[in-house]
């Protein structure tokens, strides 16, 4: 009963809505990272999940600012020493009113979530279970922050109280972004960019949280729920420092677990990133739809291959995430198909994945992906045309990209189709092998004084 009294006269509801409502008018009305390649909020829940947790760099100013309105709600009405008179003990009343502001801002992070979920489901994505640590630690750090904001409102029950904490956690929380954002110039170290609940945003659709990562920050969220609920319910200044026990305890735990770098923090997804195989032809669980109308044109291309020296023997889907600043991976033995950031390839006919497969002589990009220039290109194009006789655009990149060089891209095919056989052969095999270690230009190889 008095658990309904607070949800009715607390602001408790109204921090659920809020939740609810910024995030998702983030994720529907503005075009951000979360619905494009490589980590689409709609294809995979663990993905909905982390997107959820980078959102979190906006709610939890919210869930904070909203606790502290809160927490000043007894000296606004004056009834401070009156309810000091009373025989119930003060944690009483914190307990029912941490509990109702805690359960609403947890309650509209896990409406956003829901939201995603029936849009994987939707799209005919992929749910597993994996979200569900990446979602609990975000639901914690969510309650530990209400239940901060609302005993700082009570210790300092000041109109500019609410305003300025937010301000000061939203600032913060940046701060603990950047130290995690991959790119991006950091003030802090990764392990204090951890202390917040918010994450970078994902860089693949088969990407999830490492468990030292998820079991640090479930310590310090609880170290730090505990010292705001022990903080709402003191009412002398020994048990105000008793109560900062739990937050340095918390702390002690979190920070030996914490991962020392951004690429500790995260791993590939075992259940998401598990093989499913035809032959020597692989792909990911996430991308299962795939393996059949790989599996013949993949074949063909292996074929066509083998007529180099130490020609790749199998095709195999790349799982793990590549950083922004970081070209693809690449083996010599193995072709590897990126569908996560090479969409097209999801729809793709046989043909373009034959092409796909045989660009670069069964090898990506020394460039990282958002870096589309001529030599790589036109190298990877040609090397394909080598083994089939036609020049096509990548099937990767849509047929979109240098559509303004394709005459200069077919003048530099027709010079090295005009060579003998077998110095297209020993062209080729000195392109992969620039391909293959990044040193040097793939099209100089092919067709020596080539334009840049």
């Known amino acids: 009963m008095?658990?309904?009294?607070?949800?009715?006269?607390?602001?408790?509801?109204?921090?659920?809505?809020?939740?609810?409502?910024?995030?998702?008018?983030?994720?529907?009305?503005?075009?951000?990272?979360?619905?494009?390649?490589?980590?689409?909020?709609?294809?995979?829940?663990?993905?909905?999940?982390?997107w959820v947790r980078f959102m979190l760099q906006f709610l939890w100013p919210i869930v904070v600012g909203a606790g502290a309105i809160q927490g000043m709600r007894d000296s606004r009405s004056g009834m401070v020493e009156l309810l000091a008179t009373t025989s119930r003990p003060g944690w009483h009343r914190a307990a029912r009113l941490a509990g109702a502001v805690g359960a609403a801002s947890a309650l509209g992070v896990l409406g956003v979530f829901a939201v995603g979920a029936v849009e994987v489901l939707a799209h005919g994505g992929f749910f597993s279970v994996s979200f569900v640590p990446v979602l609990v630690v975000g639901l914690l750090g969510v309650v530990a922050g209400s239940w901060l904001g609302l005993a700082v409102g009570r210790l300092l029950p000041h109109p500019l109280t609410a305003p300025g904490l937010a301000v000061v956690t939203m600032v913060g929380t940046t701060l603990c972004w950047m130290a995690l954002e991959p790119g991006v110039h950091a003030v802090l170290p990764a392990r204090a960019g951890l202390l917040a609940p918010a994450l970078a945003e994902p860089r693949g659709s088969m990407v999830t949280t490492t468990a030292s990562l998820d079991?640090?920050?479930?310590?310090w969220f609880i170290g730090l729920a505990a010292t705001g609920f022990l903080l709402l319910a003191a009412n002398s200044v020994r048990a105000r420092l008793l109560g900062l026990l739990p937050l340095v305890a918390g702390l002690a735990i979190a920070v030996p677990l914490f991962p020392a770098t951004v690429a500790d923090a995260t791993e590939v997804d075992s259940r998401a990133a598990?093989?499913?195989?035809?032959?020597?032809?692989?792909?990911?669980?996430?991308?299962?739809?795939?393996?059949?109308?790989?599996?013949?044109?993949?074949?063909?291309?292996?074929?066509?291959?083998a007529k180099l020296p130490g020609a790749p023997t199998r095709i195999e889907e790349q799982t793990a995430a590549t950083l922004p600043d970081e070209p693809p991976h690449r083996a010599a033995d193995v072709v590897y198909l990126d569908f996560q950031y090479n969409e097209?390839?999801?729809?793709?006919?046989?043909a373009d994945l034959r092409a796909a497969v045989l660009a670069g002589a069964g090898l990506p990009s020394c460039n990282r992906h958002s870096v589309v220039d001529l030599p790589d290109q036109a190298a990877r194009m040609i090397t394909g045309a080598y083994f089939t006789g036609?020049?096509?655009?990548?099937?990767?990149?849509?047929?979109?990209?240098l559509?303004?060089?394709?005459?200069t891209i077919d003048q530099l095919w027709a010079t090295f189709h005009a060579l003998p056989a077998d110095v297209q052969q020993e062209r080729v095999v000195a392109a992969r092998q620039v391909l293959l270690t990044c040193q040097g230009d793939p099209l100089q190889k092919l067709v020596p004084g080539a334009p840049r």
């Open 390 to 401: 036609e020049l096509k655009p990548l099937p990767e990149l849509g047929g979109h990209w």
């Open 274 to 305: 598990a093989k499913l195989c035809d032959g020597p032809i692989c792909v990911s669980k996430l991308h299962a739809g795939r393996l059949t109308a790989l599996a013949g044109p993949g074949r063909e291309a292996l074929a066509l291959l």
């Open 2 to 50: 008095i658990f309904r009294i607070e949800l009715r006269r607390s602001i408790a509801p109204w921090a659920g809505l809020a939740v609810l409502a910024v995030a998702l008018a983030f994720l529907f009305l503005l075009s951000g990272p979360w619905w494009k390649a490589p980590a689409s909020w709609t294809e995979h829940t663990t993905t909905t999940a982390l």
């Open 215 to 219: 079991l640090g920050q479930a310590a």
């Open 403 to 407: 559509k303004d060089k394709f005459a």
């Open 344 to 350: 097209n390839l999801l729809t793709a006919d046989a």
